[in-house]
């Protein structure tokens, strides 16, 4: 080839040439990575800020859970598994620090480099990374588990194989993935994939999922031993290899640990008020407040803690398929919403003690502003404006009723937009042109009394409208088959949220896989604007812009009316026996579950 040919390209080519050297000059090998900015702690931090390093060792504790399990495979849409495993037994890469929003520190890997842009990420492994066996963890292992998990587990993890371009083993421990498109977060989501041990599922199906494989991890604990179904026991590993890197240090004290299962809530806490359990979270502030006084707490042998936390409310309440018609109707389910008699409901159940959910965000800085958009979220929504829901630009609210039990304005309010969408009174039943009745049916599990309270409540409203309701309880096995197939007209819903949102979001109101079984987005949203708000969200490149597309999807998602939003959990509440304890400095999330008992200790 002539090089007169080249010289036209000359330029280009330079050009190109000098900004992958920048780009690889400018990649700096560190201890942790945050979304923005630097990680607060310095590298020779000693432990996480909210540990306690020198807590003692040892002690059993014994937990329990509702339903049953037939997998200890957590990572698979197959089968039921006890939730815990994935935080107990097994490690990824990095680990995130719940004092610090979008910010990982090294847990398998000792450093993490990424590209300016983020478009790629290398992570390098601690040389005495090993797991439960004691083989060590292996850059092998890193790029089957992210293969094997992006094309063969839970779809929580399926969505970042798709954005991986490629992904390959650059040293003796060091592994560097190449995305395929530019998002900053992509390099945190693969530091947080969890890590699987290869050679563990050589000639086995690792989808199988079913007993008795037990996946082996590097975490802290291994399965001791279980009855399908009965508990799982795990037991502190004597040999685990992390004891003393500063992620760890403080964090992971019981010697063991039990998961016992029960039918529901209610036998559950009959348990632990017989002294079989070690601890419980009440979700209940009035059951909080009065049925605690049994004899155990009397005696101080339980105590009742009450842990503040900064998330934001997240959305809990009553999801309606919007995939099945009426429901594909906003004035429907804003109907629906308005019949239900939220200040009635919670001062029955909860005494009034907890207050309403106003949106997904609600509580935190992430929060959509009263009133219209205004600024750059108001810029972000307009491209949208012909496919948004009312009160989405202007501001929304959700319906407030006056307190009393019959509800009258808002029923009035409801039955004129029930009109508006077709539906009337006919011979006492709300029927539509066709005369076809609206019939619903609330599904739920067995044992939640809470939810089968208001549900009682809101049905005899929702009788006064004409709408024949349907109450359907079923065990665990059978809700979890039924919501994974997205069998169900309305059913209760708990999303919670992070100050840190980011591509978990495609899986909870995606367009993309709005309609696949096992589908984390159970209300069926396909919205042009949902889907933007998160591309906009990905694609920020300062903390400004990302709060404000937060706001602007928060905004398209409450006056979506997707859900019936209920009461919020402002404060953990845990009850434990008295010889747990934890540190005095609280993470600004609160009491999550990997903050009891990951940094809990146990002393006499």
């Known amino acids: 080839m002539s090089p007169d040919f080249l010289r036209p390209v000359r330029p280009l080519i330079a050009g190109i040439a000098s900004i992958f050297a920048a780009s690889l000059a400018s990649a700096e090998s560190a201890h942790g990575i945050a979304m923005y900015g630097d990680p607060a702690l310095p590298p020779d931090f000693v432990s996480l800020p909210y540990a306690n390093p020198d807590a003692p060792k040892g002690g059993k504790v014994v937990f329990g859970n509702t339903g ?4 200890l495979n957590p990572f698979l849409q197959k089968g039921t598994s006890p939730w815990q495993l994935r935080f107990w037994t097994h490690e990824s890469l990095m680990g995130r620090s719940w004092d610090e929003p979008f910010t990982l520190y090294g847990l398998l890997a000792e450093s993490v480099e990424t590209a300016p842009d983020r478009s ?7 040389e005495d990374a090993r797991f439960s066996d004691g083989s060590p963890v292996t850059v092998d292992d890193v790029i089957w588990s992210y293969e094997t ?7 929580r993890y399926r969505g970042l194989w798709g954005k991986i371009d490629s992904i390959e083993q650059t040293g003796p421990r060091s592994v560097r993935i190449t995305f395929n498109e530019p998002d900053r977060e992509l390099a945190l989501i693969a530091g947080l994939r969890p890590i699987l041990q290869k050679a563990q599922w050589d000639g086995k199906d690792f989808a199988d999922g079913q007993l008795p494989d037990v996946p082996i991890g590097s975490g802290p604990y291994v399965v001791d031993s279980y009855e399908a179904g009965r508990y799982v026991n795990l037991r502190l590993n004597p040999d685990y290899w992390g004891t003393d890197i500063p992620f760890r240090r403080g964090t992971m004290n019981l010697d063991e640990m039990r998961i016992e299962f029960y039918g529901d809530a209610t036998v559950l806490f009959e348990a632990f008020k017989a002294g079989e359990l070690s601890a419980v979270r009440e ?54 919403t308005l019949a239900f008699n939220f200040e009635f409901i919670n001062d029955t159940i909860t005494g009034g ?52 039990a019959r509800n009258r304005a808002n029923i009035r309010k409801a039955t004129k937009l029930l009109a508006e969408a077709g539906w009337t009174i006919q011979g006492g039943v709300l029927r539509n042109q066709n005369g076809d009745a609206f019939k619903m049916t609330v599904l739920l599990q067995q044992g939640d009394t809470d939810m089968a309270t208001a549900v009682e409540i809101y049905a005899r409203a929702l009788e006064r409208l004409g709408i024949q309701v349907l109450t359907e309880q079923v065990d665990n096995a059978q809700y ?24 978990e979001q495609r899986l909870y109101w995606g367009s993309e896989n709005a309609d696949a079984p096992g589908t984390r987005n159970l209300m069926g949203v396909a919205s042009p604007a949902v889907d933007g708000m998160i591309d906009a969200m990905l694609a920020s490149e300062s903390r400004e812009d990302f709060v404000a597309a937060t706001r602007a999807l928060d905004r398209v998602l409450t006056a979506g009316r997707y859900v019936i939003p209920i009461w919020s959990f402002d404060v953990g509440r845990i009850a434990h026996v008295s010889t747990l304890k934890f540190p005095d400095t609280l993470p600004i999330y609160g009491d999550g579950p990997q903050y009891m008992p990951e940094v809990w200790w146990y002393e006499e």
Do not use: C
Request: net charge negative; no cysteine; aromatic share 10%.
């Open 68 to 71: 049953g399990f037939n997998s």
């Open 120 to 126: 790629w990420v290398k992570f390098t492994l601690r």
């Open 149 to 155: 998990l992006g094309t063969e587990g839970h779809l």
């Open 283 to 336: 979700f209940n502030a009035d059951k909080w407040d009065n049925q605690y006084g049994f004899p155990a707490v009397q005696r101080g042998d339980v105590i009742k803690t009450e842990i503040p936390h900064g998330k934001p409310s997240g959305m809990t309440g009553f999801v309606m398929n919007t995939r099945k018609a009426p429901f594909d109707d906003w004035r429907v389910r804003e109907a629906l």
């Open 353 to 404: 003690a907890q207050p309403r959910i106003t949106s997904y965000f609600s509580g935190s800085d992430l929060a959509m502003q009263s009133g219209p958009a205004t600024g750059r979220v108001e810029e972000l929504l307009l491209p949208f404006a012909d496919n948004l829901l009312p009160g989405t630009l202007e501001g929304y609210v959700p319906p407030q009723g006056d307190g009393s």
């Open 480 to 503: 979890t088959g039924r919501t994974a197939e997205l069998d169900f007209d309305v059913t209760p819903f708990r999303r919670a949220m992070s100050l840190s949102p980011g591509n």
